[in-house]
């Protein structure tokens, strides 16, 4: 167990895996943050120059021409991610060309106009003029034949990978599940969208060849421990990303970050966090409020679970199985970039 109040003290790994996972609990300011802080050090250590990010693919060119310094706008559907994206084309302005920051949107496209988007630029790239784009109302209906047609044409393994993208977001709308900016529809423990993810990050690293990445995604996704609540009906197995990955053969270390207090601002909802470190403890019965009152400057806390046992302030936290909890003293609400909407 570590405590301090700079995250570049903490033993994170820089060095020796294939994917960094770190699982965040949405809505709080102190995430990105520390996630550029974390980007920086496996930059310096290890030449890392991959980050993956929980958004949707279709965003993904102009998500990099705005961090490259080439475009001063993200799209509105990006507002969620403005954040992050901001400091990384900080980092990236002090960066050679050929050490910048590359972006890479491993999600499902949704809702159904984000599906469309994309399948329409993958019909203009291949020059498929004769595949008809369905609209946006028959997206659920006939996208998936447009996809067979597509896929028809012999496209190169990157182009592949954006179809079976599209398809299985196709199959994501099927069941129910829409989101863009605000609250969701459906469930988001889908064997279709979770398949499309772990997909698309191991592609990056073994048909693309980056030689590492920096993934960041709910903390849901990057528990290895199997769910009992997948499904359109949340009530079928399911297997978390970072546990997919693990059978894929991929080395990865996952980190779980949450804070012991404060409120969060996510799509739209603000509210109050649910707990305080007097709610989890280790595994003397010590609780985490104590933990810090002799810590008094440490802003952060980080456990190795298979050095020491924590329980942490909830029953979903608890059962996740990572290789490290970082836990933040507080959250501070994210900033609102996507205004009134």
Known sequence: MWADQRAEALPLPTQGYEAYLVGEMHGVEENAEFQTRYLEQLHRASGLRDIALEERAVYENDAQAFVDGGSNKLPSQLCLRTGILERIRQLNAGLKEDARIRVHFTDIDSPAAAIRQHLAALQQRLGANGVRVPRESAINRRGLEAVRQLKGLNPDSATRSELRTVELSILSLRQGLEFDIGPPKGSPYLDSREEAV????????????????????????????????GGPKRDQPFMPMALRLERAGIMA???????????????????????????????SGETLDKVFATASEAQFLYIDPRRERVRLPSEDLSKMTADGFLLFRSGTPSNN????R
Do not use: M
């Open 198 to 229: 772990a997909s698309n990050i191991v592609d990056l690293i073994r048909l693309r060849g980056t030689p590492s990445l920096l993934v960041i995604y709910g903390s849901d996704h990057v528990s290895r421990t199997p769910r009992k609540d």
């Open 253 to 283: 270390f996952t980190v779980v970050t949450l804070p012991l207090q404060g409120r969060t601002f996510w799509r739209g909802q603000g509210s109050e966090i649910f707990w305080t470190a007097g709610d989890a403890h280790l595994g």
């Open 337 to 340: 970039h996507c205004g009134t």
